[in-house]
């Protein structure tokens, strides 16, 4: 499974693509930051961060993508940058049918470090041992999309299986429901 995972943030926004599997080694395909001059119009600075998630989309063809969730800050003007970011990100992945999932931080460092509370000097540390890197990427941006990409192909793809299963056991059920009713059983 290839998995792009984005870090949004107006002014860096972190673009991570890994290649794996649970269980399997990982593999960096690539990693960049898309960053957009914080005194353009924010429509320019949208359309920047766009243009940047679109190039690595077309050039990874990613099967799944990650973003980091919006989480409450004490600073408004943050997550609002960081929701518009998330927004565009949103839309790209929806013009190509790719599938989107929304991670917490939490559940990013969970993931990654085994702890929910982990620093970003142990998520960086962390996120270039697992790809066997020699040193974190830089910025931090730039490791916590990897950090998501990863959070993603190991906890996503469980959890994608699971919903599988129950629509596959839903489906299960309607068709005996049915098979039931036209066969002139009762249930």
């Known amino acids: 499974m290839r998995v792009l995972g984005v870090d949004p943030g107006l002014t860096r926004c972190g673009l991570g693509v890994v290649d794996g599997a649970p269980g399997r080694r990982l593999t960096l395909v690539e990693v960049s ?96 041992r697992l790809l066997g890197l020699t040193d974190a990427p830089k910025p931090a941006d730039a490791a916590d999309a990897l950090a998501l990409a990863i959070c993603h192909v190991w906890r996503g793809s469980a959890q994608s299986r699971l919903l599988e299963a129950v629509a596959a056991s839903n489906r299960g059920v309607a068709s005996r429901a049915v098979t039931g009713r036209a066969s002139g059983g009762t249930r």
């Open 33 to 128: 930051v898309a960053r957009s001059a914080s005194d353009a119009p924010l429509e320019q600075r949208l359309l920047t961060i766009e243009a940047a998630v679109d190039a690595v989309l077309d050039a990874t063809n990613p099967d799944a993508v990650a973003v980091e969730r919006v989480f409450s800050q004490h600073n408004v003007r943050t997550v609002m940058g960081v929701a518009q970011v998330s927004g565009v990100v949103l839309a790209a992945a929806a013009r190509r049918g790719l599938p989107v999932a929304l991670h917490t931080p939490s559940e990013v460092k969970a993931s990654v470090t085994g702890h929910g509370r982990a620093d970003k000097a142990q998520v960086g540390a962390m996120v270039a």
